[in-house]
């Protein structure tokens, strides 16, 4: 059986979804999964683009290297290349559904939901908020990642 190929997905692809890309890349490896895992976003205005600096230093801050990351946006073909298709918040979710057709593939959900962590089930977005936000966002990827682990042994 081919590893499961899991896509996160937020808005801009700057700040959450990279950062939960790079906690599960990390925490599977530690595992011993052999997961895929990307990010993307919903919208187009950051393709291109590294992830915003505020989620790289709260990310380094707990070990995690954004430095690489550069955002794209979710196409359709993604629902086919991928088992999972996670997204942080119910907009996004809908953006992903609205690109589906009745012959994709992936799954989809809300992250946290999916991934037993919730509440909340929505992965707050940081981007307007205070400093603090990106660290609790750390923390909030951690929870979720250790869910989405869990999730995937059983499967």
Known sequence: MSAPRVLFVCLGNICRSPLVEVVARKRCVE??????????????????????????????????????????QLRRCDLDDFDLVLAMDQDNLYGVERLATPQSHAETGLFLEWSGAAPPVEFPDPYFGSADGFTESVALAERGVAGLIERLRHR
């Open 31 to 72: 595992a011993g999964l052999d997961v895929v895992v990307a990010s993307c976003g919903t919208g187009s205005w950051h393709v291109g683009k590294g992830a915003d600096e505020r989620m790289r230093r709260a990310a380094a801050a707990a070990g995690f290297d954004l430095s690489a990351h550069r955002a794209r």
